[in-house]
């Protein structure tokens, strides 16, 4: 267990607010120093601002902790957080930058819960229904008129890349300007090293993000009420009008294993939710809410892992052995 007292964490907290110059040319095997920073805040909004954050997150340095004894070569990144101690459990390139894949999308649902009418209905258009053949999705069409609620739940649980460009699209008038306000969401998170350039997670040099940051990110999220109440939800059926008029059902599945009974829930965890993601650059990727038999809120994520089997082996035993 790593542990750092109040007055290290706002120093941290201060660093990790400069560490976000020259993002287009990093590489993304290159880790950032989270103690190097700049002299003085712009401006004295800053400085309560990272005060403010370093109280209510946990903060750790650059270094790995925990990986004894656990399958952690088949992974390359990953931590455990206890959110209601502010305590860094397991750290394994914690600020190492990632491919996201789809856990992209609680980045896209934050910011959809937080700015939009969930009542509003979107009409689907023709770009955000033409998606590669290989995304998964949420089966819309071109003309489709479904709500913003409905839309999260094929974003969230079917992880449909058309739902995240219709989604993108509603919010901010088309998915480059979307991901320029997600770019700016994560950053007032304290998520520095990240940048995002789609609202789905598809790979590319300029969409990256950390273990660290994606649990500031899914941090935030989990303070969103109607956010927790999707990723919990096994299965939701939609209705909806096509563009003829026509009545659309479609029935959205939870892609978490664990809440699919395809794995074992860990001994002493109740699993709540979370957030799959898989590419060929990003390995296969999990960011995971749960409670300890404490009743402590635990956010665990494991990246680019070389195969699914072993994304929940790891993830397994990580809970299994740091959670409570």
């Known amino acids: 267990m790593k542990c750092i007292s109040k007055i290290i964490c706002v120093i ?5 607010f400069f560490t976000g110059c020259g993002f287009q040319q990093a590489a993304l095997t290159k880790e950032y120093d989270a103690y190097s920073y700049q002299n003085s805040f712009t401006n004295q909004a800053d400085t309560v601002n990272a005060n403010y954050f370093a109280e209510d997150v946990c903060v ?5 902790f925990g990986l004894e004894g656990t399958y952690a070569r088949v992974a390359q990144g990953g931590g455990i957080f206890n959110v209601t101690k502010n305590e860094v459990l397991y750290s394994q390139n914690l600020f190492k930058k990632l491919y996201p894949a789809s856990t992209t999308k609680i980045l896209t649902a934050y910011i959809i819960i937080k700015d939009c009418n969930l009542d509003d209905v979107v009409i689907v258009s023709e770009s955000a ?3 590669p053949k290989d995304s998964s999705l949420a089966g819309l069409r071109t003309g489709d008129n479904i709500t913003v609620n409905d839309l999260l739940y094929g974003l969230m649980l079917n992880s449909g890349n058309d739902a995240a460009d219709a989604l993108a699209e509603h919010h901010s ?4 300007e979307f991901a320029k306000v997600m770019t700016e969401e994560a950053h007032k998170l304290g ?17 990256y993000t950390t273990v660290y940051d994606m649990y500031l990110i899914f941090n935030a999220a989990l303070k969103q009420e109607k956010f927790v109440e999707i990723i919990s939800t096994r299965s939701k059926s939609v209705t909806y009008t096509n563009v003829n008029g026509s009545t659309v059902h479609k029935t959205y599945n939870n892609g978490n294993q664990y809440l699919s009974g ?13 957030k799959t993601g898989t590419t060929y650059a990003a390995g296969f990727c ?12 635990i956010i665990s994520i494991v990246y680019k892992a070389d195969c699914r089997h072993n994304l929940y082996l790891l993830m397994s035993q990580i809970l299994r052995k740091y959670a409570n």
């Open 262 to 274: 395809a794995q074992e829930t860990p001994k002493g965890v109740q699993v709540i939710g979370g």
């Open 12 to 16: 941290c907290v201060i660093s990790l």
């Open 173 to 176: 008038g088309s998915v480059e």
């Open 129 to 131: 229904a033409n998606q």
């Open 191 to 207: 998520a520095t090293n990240s940048q995002f350039s789609n609202a789905h997670g598809l790979t590319d040099k300029r969409h």
């Open 60 to 64: 750790t340095d650059t270094i790995n």
């Open 286 to 297: 999990l960011v995971l809410y749960c409670k300890n038999e404490a009743g402590e809120d």
